[in-house]
């Protein structure tokens, strides 16, 4: 199964950077490459949204309209490890962000990393 761990949050004033990075492990049958991956994010009192998405290999990405232009997603399948670069933060960033890995309409889910955006 495969295993994902979120790093990188904290607390930042609005129209800051951080960088979320999601190591992954677990591998048996099928390699990092293997997976389509995402990144979610809850705020307080409000549904899971989805945020970013990357192919396997890299070669597209999806974002939702509210982070276009100030997230980037990215992958380094050399080292099983998916990013989320986020810049200009607003306050309606403040949440859990989770990271996901699909694969044959299975979805396995990390723990989440605390992003809070505060003046």
């Known amino acids: 199964q495969v295993h994902l761990v979120e790093s990188g949050g904290g607390v930042v004033h609005p129209g800051g950077s951080l960088r979320l990075s999601c190591a992954a492990s677990?591998?048996?049958?099928?390699?990092?490459?293997?997976?389509?991956m995402n990144w979610y994010r809850q705020a307080p009192g409000r549904e899971r949204e989805f945020v970013a998405a990357?192919?396997?290999?890299?070669?597209?990405?999806i974002y939702a309209d509210s982070v276009k232009g100030r997230f980037t997603i990215s992958r380094d399948n050399a080292k099983d490890m998916m990013y989320l670069q986020m810049n200009n933060l607003k306050l309606e960033d403040t949440g859990v962000y989770y990271c996901?890995?699909?694969?044959?309409?299975?979805?396995?889910w990390g723990q989440g990393t605390q992003v809070t955006v505060s003046s």
């Open positions: 996901t890995a699909v694969r044959d309409s299975r979805e396995s």
């Open positions: 990357i192919t396997r290999v890299g070669d597209n990405t």
């Open positions: 677990g591998f048996t049958d099928f390699t990092f490459s293997s997976y389509a």
